[in-house]
């Protein structure tokens, strides 16, 4: 069976994108882009989630912290031009908090560095 992917993006441009890719990898994509679908895509245990820092009205710290605890690893992404949010989703437990350019230029490897063992 496929590692999950869960896609926390509002945005239909980089969820399409992002799912492309992970669907590319062999990795199973779930689009989580309102509160009510990030707690069902968090309860079926993604291995990975992919989180917009700028979600509108998802409390993105909070979900990186419980998917972190339930042993997912979170690929966070924002804008280069608010770091302390980058920092932040690092605190709150993301295994990477990249801004959105190096997402863009570097997704296929970031999806692929989240599944190896020493991650």
Do not use: C, K, W, Y
Not at 28 to 36: G, H, K, L, S
Not at 57 to 66: F, K, M
Not at 89 to 117: C, D, K, Y
Request: charged share 15%; net charge negative; hydrophobic share 50%.
């Amino acid at each position: 069976m496929a590692a999950t992917v869960a896609i926390i993006v509002p945005d239909l441009m980089f969820q399409s994108r992002i799912s492309a890719t992970a669907d590319a990898l062999g990795l199973t994509p779930t689009i989580a882009d309102t509160p009510e679908s990030v707690g069902a895509a968090l309860a079926e245990r993604p291995a990975v989630v992919v989180i917009d820092l700028q979600a509108a009205g998802i409390d993105v710290l909070a979900t990186i912290r419980h998917a972190v605890a339930n042993g997912a690893h979170v690929l966070a992404f924002g804008r280069h031009t608010d770091p302390a949010t980058l920092r932040a989703a690092r605190a709150a437990g993301a295994s990477l908090a990249v801004p959105r350019s190096q997402l863009i230029e570097e997704l296929p490897q970031l999806l692929e560095s989240m599944l190896t063992p020493n991650h």
